[in-house]
């Protein structure tokens, strides 16, 4: 069986945003484990609003937070940074590409 690869696109040629890192929270990490929102935020030490402006996608991980995801899933804040990172270029680079056509207009 061959392994099946994907063609790399770069960031700002997706037409599609990143995913935010709330809905990957979310998603791959508090529903498969069964883990409220509410019961998460007791156990990390943080109030509840955080994680579910987080989740909601009205809040970015900080680095702070990404330093406690990190430490709870056993992954690092790397990777919530980066998650964040590619969110937020890819939106600052959708709304510069905005402004630049009015502009042009």
Known sequence: MTKKT???VPLFEREVPPVHPGE???EEFLEPLGLSQS???RKIGVNFRTVHDIVNGKRGISPEMAIRLSRYFKTTPQF???LQRDYDLWRAHKKLEKKE???KG
């Open 6 to 8: 994907y063609p790399y």
């Open 24 to 26: 990957i929270l979310l």
């Open 39 to 41: 019961e998460f935020a």
């Open 80 to 82: 919530w940074m980066n």
């Open 101 to 103: 056509s009015a502009v």
